[in-house]
């Protein structure tokens, strides 16, 4: 069988007057590492919740590799690891304890769970915490705690909802190796952040969220390239106002205090006819620095566009 590891089409859910998914179609592909980006309130978490069964959409289908997350619902969870945004953790208990209850839950024998506890614990880290509860553990030990917890059943896909919220950067570094090393051992990845500089280095594709819906899916490399790249040159005499420069792929020019800014779509390609024109035009280049549009100015760019979108149409 070779369904996608998550498939949507049409899916929503309200809060009332809150459109939270209106109409969100989304295929994640197996063994994707797949990024959901979005502002505050886009409806990532909700999505996810769909697919584990926390909420109950109103219309539309989600799937699960082919699993309908509804209908087949045990099929579906079992398949799914979840570190979720809130933590939701049984705090009286050692932790270890908590994990070889979730495995329980899925189905794992007893024998078999605590040894994939243990394999958990020692994966993220916390080993020597397994006798501590889940309150007494530090904030990053929690964040590490979830991870462990969504590992215990051996997931094919594994959701990972803000893992590195409010973590620091040791901390986040060590999550994205164990998360990579998973997704090179062939697990499905779902990745919501805000750190969209986390996106770009980690995800084979992106979908941006706003207002319940899809803006755009594609690898991190094809969105950057929509972007504007901006390109300083050094000047050796620089100019009091921008000079019209009569490159094409050039948006703006500004005056910097050594030279110009100029933006331009595509910076490596317009830089060559860029020094050509300055140089035909008088001026001496001394230096030049092409940077490229992060995924966090192209994301920008697209939530503003839509928001702007939103009011025009509301
Ligand atoms: N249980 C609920 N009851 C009422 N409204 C809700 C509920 N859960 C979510 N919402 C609303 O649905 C919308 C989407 O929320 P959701 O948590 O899915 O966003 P998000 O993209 O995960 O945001 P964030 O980046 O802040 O985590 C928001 O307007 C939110 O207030
Ligand atoms: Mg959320």
Known sequence: MTAPAI???????NYGDVRALSGLDLTVDRGEFFGLLGPNGAGKTTFINTLVGLVHKDSGTAEVFGFDVEDDYREARDRIGLAPQEFNVDRFFPI????????????????????????ALKTVGIWEKRDTRFNWLSGGMKRRFVLARALVSDPDLLILDEPTAGVDVQLRHDLWDIINRMNDEGTTILLTTHYIEEAERLCDRVAIMDSGRKVEVAAPDELMARGTDTIDLGLADPPRTAPRLDVEGVTEVAVTDGGLSVTAAGGSQTAPALMRELERTGHTVTSLDIRRASLEEVFVDLTRDDREYAEVSA
């Open 7 to 13: 498939e949507t089409r049409e899916l929503r859910k």
């Open 96 to 119: 270890i304890e908590v994990l070889e209850h979730k495995a329980g839950y899925h189905g794992i024998d007893s024998e078999e769970a605590r040894r994939r506890a243990e394999d």
